[in-house]
């Protein structure tokens, strides 16, 4: 088949659905994509501003390289830039949207942040204090305040446990209560996230993955965290059920005054949920700033084409895309200069050469890039980390 | 066992390989727990107006040179090659989910040293080693289960380390540790209880290869001493009146072989049961 048709084929159909005569199918589904969250208009609401809100985390030139291949005694001298010089803070009870393509280090970040990976330099501040001079006995006790949540609700549980011990098992780690103290924290958590008591006796593989996620919500809300970092949660679900989760998630905030960083490629769902939103290339920070910024104003050429791949559901309206050109590059060997700089668009000579700094261009928005937030004067940034 | 298996029984029983070689090691099991109840005489009765008979009604399967009857010296040493088999993969099963565990969960420099070791260990040929070991430390059925255990771990290690790769990344796993579990925990609470059905599989195929290598060894006269019967030292005292007594090689030689075969198809039946790709 030419693919012309294969085209048309495909644009009709679509137009059968958005436009003809399948009406329910068309609102649920519209409705679920929407969740008062796709075309939402954004009022021009400010976050607070800077100062005034204390930072939970501060992450300073965060950097971790993952070596590629390690033989018996020879060390390995290639390295993936997973993260690479990441500045960042997270203030307490705000959601903070980490947005990028896949692999430009996202999950890696989220991952530092927990100590579940140890950063090759860089700090990373809980409150103040560096987690990764914490002595074992210390980090235990600030593991009760910062939790996880995972993408793919299939693996994030044990198949051997039942959700009652998986839900318990925090509890037990840390010692907090007594057998029916902990019975009842269960319970009230299994209530909590819409589970009810006969589901705690079941195995995970009897659950929906709605359901599951909702068990893995639970299992993060059990030592009252502070911070929650969420690896893109709702990635993995049913268009239908995110709203749900995200709902959840959101209510669970107001109640516990919980702080998120949500990680996420799904620009609709983190334009619903964040107070700042992080775009992430290559191990980068390139923008940052509130989601009215971001979404509106954006300042960054990556942001604009991740803003214009987001899709619409009505196929009438014909957007002006940005479409980025080549492949995401290498995170082995990236590109010298800015590391956007051989897809960009607004290209200039300074980008192949030198690095932008992620530089303020007032009101907390901050962007790297040489034509939309020049600095005055540029000096050479050093390229890379040696190690 | 977890509900995720609840229905490992019925696949197993239609599997019917599977079933037949339960059968025997069910069936050898109540043999050599009960063997004095089975055994229609003492295995150590010598009677000296018998000798050398061929199989009769008084004695199924004949009577050895001593004129001892040859089924109630093979229900005897069926105890003998069961608790070898058992307590020596036991010995190995327990060695290696340890030094597997290590080296999968930790990598880095303990990974290492568990792997080349275990690399230098599959270096020897293994029955040579079992043989120079018991000649140096004396024969006894004690000698030979310890010997056999700790030079048959090796396989059972690379299994288990493979599956600790795969599961210290999984995110039930991540999450555990992000909840603030100690290794101890995360090991054996989360990731050994993942990997046991390989490990399960390993060890039912151990027991047959444990119960070959004693019978090699009893026949070689470095295993099981005489009088106590071993289906090895039988075959061996058979040997030298083959010509006239067939039936002093022949029964012992066919209970190893069935032994070894039941546990082999109950071992490919577990496997092949447990095994997701092969799931309908």
Sequence with gaps: ?387 | MAALYSDFWARLFKNKLAVAGLAVVVALFFVAVFAHSFAPYPPDLIDTSQVLEAPSKQHFLGTDILGRDVLSRMIHGAGVSLSVGFVAVGISTFIAVILGALAGYYGGVVERIVMRFVDIMLCFPSFFLILAVIAFIGPSIYNIMIVIGVTSWMGVTRLVRAEFLSLKERDFVQAAIAQGASDLRVIFIHCLPNAMAPVLVAATLGVAHAVLVESSLSFLGIGVQPPDPSWGNMLTEGKDNIEIAWWLSVFPGLAILITVMGYNLLGEGIRDTLDPRLRR
């Design chain 1, 1 to 387: 088949m030419e693919p012309g048709l294969n085209q048309v084929g495909a644009e009709n159909a679509c137009r059968r659905v958005c436009l003809g005569s399948d009406v329910g199918y068309r609102s649920r589904l519209f409705a679920a994509l929407r969740g008062g969250f796709f075309v939402t208009p954004i009022a021009s609401q400010t976050a607070p501003s800077a100062d005034a809100t204390e930072a939970l985390v501060r992450i300073e030139r965060l950097v971790k390289y993952f070596p590629v291949k390690e033989g018996f005694l020879r060390k390995a001298d290639l390295y993936i830039h997973a993260v690479d010089g990441v500045d960042l803070e997270i203030r307490r009870s705000e959601t903070l949207g980490l947005v990028g393509e896949s692999g430009c280090g996202k999950s890696t970040l989220g991952r530092l942040v927990l100590r579940l990976e140890k950063p090759t330099s860089g700090r990373i501040l809980f409150e103040g204090r560096d987690i990764n001079t914490l002595g074992s006995t210390e980090m235990k006790r600030l593991r009760r305040r910062m939790q996880i949540i995972f993408q793919d609700p299939y693996s994030s549980l044990n198949p051997r446990r039942t959700v009652y011990s998986t839900l318990a098992e925090p509890l037990i780690i840390h010692g907090i209560g007594s057998r029916s103290e902990r019975r009842a924290r269960v319970l009230a958590l299994a209530e909590e996230v819409g589970l009810r008591p006969e589901h705690l006796d079941r195995y995970p593989h009897e659950f929906s993955g709605g359901q599951r996620q909702r068990i893995g919500i639970a299992r993060a809300l059990a030592l009252n965290p502070g911070l929650i970092i969420a690896d893109e949660p709702v990635s993995a679900l049913d268009v239908s059920i995110r709203s749900q989760v995200i709902n959840l998630l959101e209510d669970l905030q107001e109640r516990h005054g919980l702080t998120y960083l949500f990680i996420s490629h799904d620009l609709s769902v983190v334009e619903h949920i964040s107070d700042r939103v992080a775009v992430m290339y290559l191990g980068k920070i390139v923008e940052l700033g509130d989601r009215y910024q971001i979404f509106a104003e954006p300042l960054h050429p990556y942001t604009e084409a991740l803003l214009s791949a987001v899709p619409a559901p009505d196929p009438e309206l014909t957007l002006d895309r940005v479409i980025l050109e080549g492949d995401v590059p290498s995170p082995i060997d990236p590109p010298s200069g800015c590391r956007f700089h051989p897809r960009c668009r607004l290209r200039i000579p300074t980008c192949f050469e030198i690095e932008p700094p992620l530089n303020d261009v007032g009101n907390g928005h901050s962007a790297a890039c040489h034509v939309r937030a020049p600095v005055e004067e540029i000096q050479a940034l050093p390229e890379t980390l040696h190690i």
